[in-house]
């Protein structure tokens, strides 16, 4: 059996990470020590709304929004801002985004891995033999072959990363072209975002939804178990 595995709430906590990096990359140097307990609670609360990177840049504008006036929820206040961004805003946020990755890497690595835990079921990937699992993921190339060389998940069919997707438009339109360019016959998805899920069109492809992860169900997929990979 084929698998195509996003990688960020499916394979790593990453929740931490994303938190420093994109309130630095959104703040730069402002830190408000009186806010920042229910600040990071609503960013945790809430990290499921964010697909590809740039969104973190509407998620710390949708906390912001707020708690400045409690009128919409977060969530409201982030579904109506999606289609306010320019592609300049995207493109320069999620520029300083991976830059400011890039400098936590370099700055402590077993710093930054510890930000980056395995999940429950990244630890069943841990030296085995992986060559029927395809990695498709918002996260950068160079932040998750680092993470997969960290924790011993060797032997990885292949990794398509944020600009992949990027390419693509949408993980099932990459996920399509795979099956079609490697004439596989079936094969599994599990991603913790159900948009990404939803836009799989290939009946030949399984779609499940990751209850471990960061998203919410919107009771059309199944549930995929652990326990039975």
């Known amino acids: 059996m084929i698998f195509f595995l996003d990688f960020d709430g499916v394979l790593v906590d990453?929740?931490?990470?994303?938190?420093?990096?994109?309130?630095?990359?959104?703040?730069?140097?402002?830190?408000?020590?009186?806010?920042?307990?229910?600040?990071?609670?609503?960013?945790?609360?809430?990290?499921?709304?964010?697909?590809?990177?740039?969104?973190?840049?509407?998620?710390?504008?949708?906390?912001?929004?707020?708690?400045?006036?409690?009128?919409?929820?977060?969530?409201?206040?982030?579904?109506?801002?999606?289609?306010?961004?320019?592609?300049?805003?995207?493109?320069?946020?999620?520029?300083?985004?991976f830059k400011n990755r890039k400098l936590l890497m370099e700055q402590d690595f077993d710093s930054w891995a510890s930000m980056n835990p395995l999940t429950p079921f990244g630890r069943k990937l841990?030296?085995?033999?992986?060559?029927?699992?395809?990695?498709?993921?918002?996260?950068?190339?160079?932040?998750?072959?680092?993470?997969?060389?960290?924790?011993?998940?060797?032997?990885?069919?292949?990794?398509?990363?944020?600009?992949?997707?990027?390419?693509?438009?949408?993980?099932?339109?990459?996920?399509n072209d795979l099956m079609i360019e490697k004439n596989f016959d079936n094969a599994i998805f599990i991603d913790d975002a159900c948009e990404h899920l939803d836009s799989v069109k290939n009946s030949k492809v399984q779609c499940f939804f990751a209850n471990w992860g960061y998203g919410k169900n919107n009771n059309k997929h199944r549930i995929y178990n652990i326990n039975n990979f």
Do not use: M, W
Not at 15 to 23: A, G, L, T
Not at 65 to 87: G, P, R, Y
């Open 14 to 97: 990453s929740i931490d990470e994303c938190f420093q990096v994109s309130f630095k990359t959104y703040y730069e140097n402002i830190f408000f020590e009186h806010q920042i307990k229910e600040y990071k609670d609503l960013f945790y609360k809430n990290r499921g709304l964010v697909k590809p990177p740039y969104e973190y840049y509407i998620l710390h504008k949708s906390i912001e929004t707020f708690l400045n006036d409690e009128q919409k929820s977060v969530e409201q206040i982030f579904i109506k801002s999606l289609d306010l961004i320019s592609e300049k805003e995207k493109e320069d946020f999620e520029n300083l985004f």
């Open 126 to 175: 841990v030296k085995k033999d992986n060559s029927n699992i395809y990695i498709v993921t918002t996260k950068n190339l160079e932040a998750t072959s680092a993470l997969l060389k960290y924790y011993e998940i060797n032997n990885i069919a292949a990794i398509y990363s944020n600009k992949d997707v990027k390419d693509a438009q949408t993980k099932g339109n990459l996920i």
